[in-house]
């Protein structure tokens, strides 16, 4: 699969290219070194670790087609390391290439398992005022840069670590890596983020399973309030609550079902084709569970300042 090509439905990931990507993942780590600590995955790997198989209750997530990490540049300015660039070129990693316009991108890397098959390596800073949501800041020269994500900085902060036993790609052997990954509440606020900026069908996905599946409704809301009452990150906190209401719930026009969030969910899940009354079903179910996390919320924190 091109890496430029994203499946549109659940269908279209599999549990081997997921493995892939977590060779990919503990093949990266090992070109940052002593800073690889700095390191936080987002995106779709994340619920791989935050919400592991279980069955029968926890089943797999349905998987990703690339890798995000987010960087911390202040920790990455205050140190002396090795070109990064070469370091990722030595373990096989080269800069993608756009196939429409041959630009050669810094922010975005590949790692080509056949000819037919790359994992994309996303890097990712927060946005700043000095370096708003879509800019880039070179890390390496203007070989590696960093894409600025809205409320990014999150994951700083708001993390979990799992330890996970891998094969390095190229030949390079097993390895074990301790991998820092975005908590339940910093997930939500990213992918919410995501979805209120491009309303990408497996945004809506992966939100909803992470809601369904890290915990109760209960335990997910009060986790959530939890961390905001730590006074850190007070407007990633609003503009995630204000994103969730707007994007999946009813309004006095319009029945929740019928919102792009949960069609979004429904049609990611079941596929464009399924049956009217299967998508419907699958849409009420996506926008129940967010009314019922944000009505818990509010009761803790109040209407949405």
């Not at 002396?80 to 373990?91: D, I, P, T, V």
């Not at 986790?223 to 990633?236: D, I, K, M, N, P």
Request: aromatic share 8%; charged share 25%.
């Amino acid at each position: 699969m091109g890496v430029d090509a994203k499946p549109q439905s659940a269908a279209g990931y599999s549990a081997d290219h997921t493995d892939t990507c977590e060779q990919v993942l503990v093949t990266l780590l090992s070109a940052f070194g002593t800073l690889k600590e700095t390191l936080r995955l987002v995106g779709g790997l994340v619920p791989r670790y935050l919400t592991p198989e279980q069955l029968p209750d926890v089943p797999a997530h349905f998987g990703t087609s690339d890798v995000d990490v987010a960087l911390n540049l202040t920790v990455l300015a205050s140190e002396n390391y090795a070109s990064l660039a070469e370091q990722l070129k030595e373990r096989g990693f080269t800069r993608w290439v756009n196939p429409k316009n041959q630009w050669v991108s810094a922010w975005r890397w590949e790692y080509r398992i056949s000819e037919h098959h790359a994992v994309l390596v996303e890097f990712l800073r927060g946005a700043t005022y000095d370096c708003p949501a879509g800019q880039k800041t070179p890390i390496d020269g203007e070989d590696v840069a960093a894409l600025s994500i809205q409320h990014l900085e999150v994951v700083n902060d708001w993390f979990e670590s799992k330890r996970i036993e891998a094969a390095m790609l190229g030949g390079r052997g097993v390895t074990i890596e301790t991998v820092h990954y975005a908590d339940v509440t910093a997930f939500i606020i990213l992918k919410a983020s995501a979805f209120h900026s491009r309303a990408a069908r497996k945004d809506a996905g992966d939100l909803i399973h992470v809601m369904q599946y890290a915990g109760t409704i209960q335990e997910v809301a009060r986790h959530f309030v939890e961390r905001a009452q730590s006074g850190l990150h007070t407007e990633a906190i609003r503009a995630c609550r204000v994103t969730l209401q707007e994007r999946f719930c009813g309004t006095e026009k319009t029945s929740g079902h019928e919102m792009v969030g949960p069609k979004s969910y429904a049609e990611f899940m079941l596929g464009e084709a399924a049956d009217g009354e299967e998508l419907a079903q699958a849409a009420r179910f996506a926008s129940g569970m967010i009314e019922r996390f944000l009505r818990l919320v509010e009761n803790e924190l109040g209407p949405i300042g």
